[in-house]
């Protein structure tokens, strides 16, 4: 039974290879919220029959894959791409690309995903038939067919261009009842078992009619005229699983595996993939559980398709194997026939010193015949005659060619062994111009000439065959590289930019465009970063993130502006200009009165500091990034790390903390309102005021004042809890006042975090999740309860802040019942839980002012790391106070750099080769690196050679140089500068050689 059951299961197992209708409603439920709103980059064509569109939208990028009649659903892995696209591909290009995706659903309960681009007059639809030979088709907004990939028909419904694509034919989940199940099983084949009746008299699969039998306690292999009346359980198991296919919440994916014995190690097969663990496998050993059922099946075909890439790998490795195996047996046997011939120069040449009289009586003889003219048929019957009659100068004679002036004899080596006299005589080519002892020496010329070319052939065959090695293990390799699937790997947000890490490690980042310089200004140049800039037209804005505020070294210096200059005309030119620096605060978008500061250009103002020794000498390198699991144990080289920040930290501003949790919320109040740095004068509050009555106006003007007032200042914070609403500003009315008089007006605005503004956005874009909604506090018409405070009530405000300012929301209430505690009859209870009130307000107080004191000494040893820095005292740091340098280093910069090195130790577990083109003296201690000067090479064939460079490295491991094959061409073109020259050690001397 145990075997019989384990044959079922695989036999269950090997069924599933194509999305069933429940997987297609899971896999939207999964990826419909990340997948609307994001436009379409570009489209491509893996093969005839998958495609790939490649989405975005702000800081995210996908890639959602769409196999004909197979499969849907984001991948989190790269694939290789036609070169050329498809006919299909570019007819869908031209429509839909760069247009928004506004709604995505599954045409009833059919394996049918209905994908609808833009609105209006220039709404299009992509729709991808996942049943039988599968089908994408490209529609306009009344569903008429502009390309597909095959035309059919369907119910007297031709799929063809121009056609109304038929979506009406779509049918919905039906209701499951007694009657329809039993309707199924009456108009089934007898002979057929009851799964089969169920599963084509139903709209489920054979999977879920499977697990509903099972569950119901019913054999799937039971004829289906045993079953008189439908059980009530299997009409609830049918009814239970359409209500799961029913619901839109997303549900957990899972991978039905089997471990495979291979050699010491096991490996995991996978055999299938489901949204629901069906009873068939709710108590199957290999369980692979993931989050999504859209990961599960991502996992699952990725899997798949590595398979068959070994597969076809291994048999092109056989391929190439057996060419290999044939130039090695092409050489030999030429070695061997030239060896033959040496030796039977030799022989003959042997056999002709034996017979040297004999040779030589019979050319006299031969040469004598045809002087005398006689014709050449008649000397052939002479010959014949003398050798019938024994003639031995006859005897020897073979044949004539006498054309040619040549004579075959037959001659016998004089010193053979009685057993050796039946051996063949040699048959020898004799010279008729010449002498036999000329002829002798003919033979040994030819003999070492066959000998000369016998060693000439094999340093040649064994300088081949190594070639042909070479060239074999070069195919395979970039076979390999070409079909393997590596996972996406996420962008740093500098890497739009062109950028690198100096030396000291900073990170240096610059525009490519106008719009990019604009966009650093903008967006990323913080208080204490500095500016770089070349003195010439056309220069890119260059910044130096420097969230310490330390002084810039010298090495960074001279990097940046070098950097700086090189991207400008001048390195087109050739000509080497001043370049400066400058700090954050001295870079303007405000122009002089009466001018205009266009797009990407920038007013100066205050001392510029130059840097005159810059030069145009750069380098394209690679960085590699580690593993996640290896920064622990990783101590990286100088001049090959940067400063560590989570990014998706990279938008949010200094000092602005979003509160998850009531402690969070709690330091976060008592931060801003302990008073010290508060930030704000009486004229500033009275500002404050003034201008939140004027601010209720509208909305929208109280959200926009809210985000100045952030950006340009820190507020107080009011007493209640921070959450993720936006909050706006208070309307006081008569009735707060008469109904708590001791409490804090809110008339201060809530600084917001990072995620706030992002919320906020996102609502007036029109764009909100449902989870932690952004309330906006809708528009008030004024009322006499509604007026704005006068000016004494501004004033009692003001007085009421200054002396309970310290409380929040929950000591005003103990406070308060402090107060009125007297007035309650049980005095007893009431003492007691006044005491505890007491207490914990004092633990209250105790709690923040030892977090007051945390954060002034932390700030206070950050301050004298910074002052030794400055000094030039780094080397007389401990190792805890050079972890807190990295901590400050690291603090603003919105990025992780510190899994990234140049020069990787041996056994890292290095992921990802990023491409670099940085100043020469910044990449100097980097494994892979090669300097660049200005030319005339254009930049496909300069990255093009130097990766061919970098795979002659004697020092570089396998790893490291797949990865760097693996890396994108456009990806190597866009990182280059521009045309250069490439000077490397060696690099003329390959040049000559391969002349």
């Given at each position: ?402 054309e040619k002036k040549t004579m075959l004899v037959l001659l016998y080596d004089q010193y053979l062994d009685e057993d050796e006299m039946t051996l063949p005589a040699e048959v020898i080519s004799i010279d008729l111009a010449v002498s036999a002892h ?558």
């Amino acid at each position: 039974e145990t075997l019989q059951t384990r044959s079922e299961q695989k036999k269950r197992m090997a069924t599933k290879t194509r999305f069933s209708s429940l997987d297609v409603r899971k896999v939207i439920n999964d990826i419909k919220d990340d997948v609307i709103g994001m436009r379409l980059a570009n489209f491509y064509d893996q093969n005839k029959k998958t495609y790939i569109m490649k989405l975005y939208k702000p800081d995210l990028k996908c890639h959602l894959l769409i196999e004909s009649g197979i499969r849907m659903h984001l991948t989190q892995f790269t694939r290789n791409k036609n070169d050329i696209p498809s006919g299909f591909c570019l007819k869908v290009r031209k429509h839909i690309r760069t247009k928004r995706i506004t709604d995505m659903r599954q045409l009833g309960y059919d394996r049918i995903v209905d994908f609808t681009f833009g609105s209006g007059e220039a709404q299009y639809h992509i729709i991808a038939e996942l049943y039988a030979k599968g089908n994408v088709i490209l529609t306009d907004k009344d569903y008429n067919i502009l390309t597909l990939l095959r035309r059919y028909s369907i119910r007297d419904n031709d799929v063809a261009v121009g056609c109304v694509y038929p979506y009406h034919l779509a049918r919905d989940i039906e209701e499951i009842d007694s009657a329809k199940l039993t309707k199924a099983l009456g108009r089934a084949d007898p002979k057929k078992n009851i799964k089969v009746a169920l599963t084509r008299g139903t709209q489920f699969g054979a999977q879920a009619v499977d697990h509903c039998l099972i569950k119901s306690g019913i054999d799937p292999k039971s004829k289906a005229n045993t079953i008189e009346e439908v059980p009530d359980i299997l009409v609830e198991s049918f009814q239970e699983l359409a209500d799961f296919a029913k619901s839109d919440s997303p549900s957990p994916g899972y991978i039905i595996y089997t471990v495979v014995p291979k050699g010491d190690q096991e490996l995991k097969k996978y055999d299938m993939f489901l949204p629901y663990l069906f009873c068939p496998f709710d108590n199957y050993e290999h369980i692979l559980e993931l989050p999504t059922f859209n990961e599960a099946a991502d996992v699952f075909f990725t899997q798949i398709e590595a398979n068959k890439i070994d597969v076809e790998n291994a048999l092109k490795e056989q391929t190439i194997e057996r060419s290999l195996n044939k130039v090695k047996q092409d050489h030999e046997n030429r070695i061997k026939a030239l060896k033959d011939d040496v030796e039977k120069c030799e022989r003959h040449a042997q056999l002709l010193l034996q017979n040297i009289d004999l040779v030589d009586e019979c050319i006299n003889n031969m040469n004598a015949t045809i002087a005398t003219q006689i014709d050449w048929q008649k000397l052939k019957q002479i010959i014949k005659e003398e050798q019938r009659n024994q003639n031995p100068i006859a005897e020897i004679i073979h044949s004539l060619d006498l054309e040619k002036k040549t004579m075959l004899v037959l001659l016998y080596d004089q010193y053979l062994d009685e057993d050796e006299m039946t051996l063949p005589a040699e048959v020898i080519s004799i010279d008729l111009a010449v002498s036999a002892h000329k002829n002798v020496s003919l033979l040994f010329e030819k003999k070492k000439k066959a000998a000369d070319k016998v060693v000439r052939t094999e340093k040649a065959a064994e300088q081949a065959l190594v070639s042909a090695e070479n060239r074999a293990i070069q195919q395979m390799n970039d076979m390999k590289t070409r079909a393997s699937i590596q996972k996406i790997r996420k962008l740093y947000w500098f890497e739009k930019f062109a950028w690198f890490i100096s030396s000291d490690n900073y990170l240096i980042v610059g525009g490519r465009d106008i719009q990019q310089n604009e966009m650093l200004y903008r967006r990323y140049l913080n208080d204490g970063d500095n500016y770089f800039h070349a003195q010439i037209q056309g220069a890119a804005s260059v910044i130096c993130k420097n969230p310490g505020r330390f002084e810039l070294p010298p090495k960074t210096v001279q990097q940046g502006s070098t950097f700086a200059l090189c991207h400008s005309s001048a390195w087109k030119n050739d000509v080497v200009v001043p370049a400066y620096w400058i700090n954050s605060d001295q870079v303007s978008k405000t122009a002089q009165t009466g001018e205009y500061l266009p797009t990407g250009s920038f007013m100066i103002r205050g001392k510029k500091n130059f840097v005159n020794n810059s030069n145009l000498d750069m380098a394209f390198a690679f960085i590699f990034q580690l593993d996640e699991n290896y920064r622990e144990n990783y101590e990286g080289n100088e001049g090959e790390e940067g400063e560590t920040v989570d990014e998706n930290d990279a938008t949010q501003d200094d000092g602005v903390e979003s509160a998850e949790s009531d402690e969070e919320a709690y330091e976060t109040e008592e931060s801003d309102e302990s008073g010290e740095e508060t930030g704000k004068s009486e004229e500033a509050e009275e500002f404050e005021e003034e201008s939140e009555e004027e601010s209720e106006e509208s909305t929208e003007e109280n959200v926009a004042s809210t985000e100045e007032s952030d950006e340009s200042s820190s507020q107080e914070e009011s007493g209640e809890e921070v959450d993720y609403t936006v909050p706006l500003i208070r309307e006081e009315t008569e009735k707060d006042k008469t109904e708590s008089p001791t409490k804090k007006p809110k008339s201060g605005k809530k600084r917001m975090s990072a995620y706030e503004k992002r919320q906020l956005r996102k609502q007036k874009e029109g764009v909100v999740p449902n989870d932690n909604p952004v309330k906006l506090k809708k528009k008030k018409k004024p009322t006499n309860t509604d007026m704005a405070p006068k000016r004494r009530q501004k004033y009692k405000e003001k007085k009421r802040k200054e002396k309970y300012g310290w409380q929040d929301e929950e000591d005003r209430e103990l406070m308060m019942e402090l107060l009125h505690g007297s007035s309650d009859p049980n005095v007893s209870k009431k003492e007691i839980e006044t005491e505890k009130i007491r207490e914990d307000i004092n633990f209250k107080k105790n709690r923040k002012n030892e977090i007051n004191e945390n954060r002034r000494r932390k700030e206070a040893e950050e301050e004298r790391i910074r002052n030794l820095v400055r000094s030039g005292k780094i080397d007389d740091l401990s190792p805890e106070e050079l972890e807190t340098l990295e901590s400050i280093q690291a603090k603003g910069l919105g990025v992780d750099l510190s899994l990234l090195t140049g020069n990787p130790e041996p056994g890292a577990p290095i992921i990802y080769a990023i491409p670099v083109c940085a100043p020469y003296s910044a990449v100097k201690n980097y494994k892979y690196k090669v300097k660049i000067t200005p030319g005339k090479m254009r930049k496909g064939k300069a990255t093009k050679a130097i990766v061919n460079l970098f795979m002659k490295h004697p020092n570089g491991t396998k790893r490291e140089k797949d990865l760097i094959k693996a890396v994108p061409d456009p990806e190597l073109i866009l990182t280059m500068i521009g045309q250069c020259k490439i000077a490397a050690p060696g690099m003329n001397q390959r040049r000559r050689k391969k002349r």
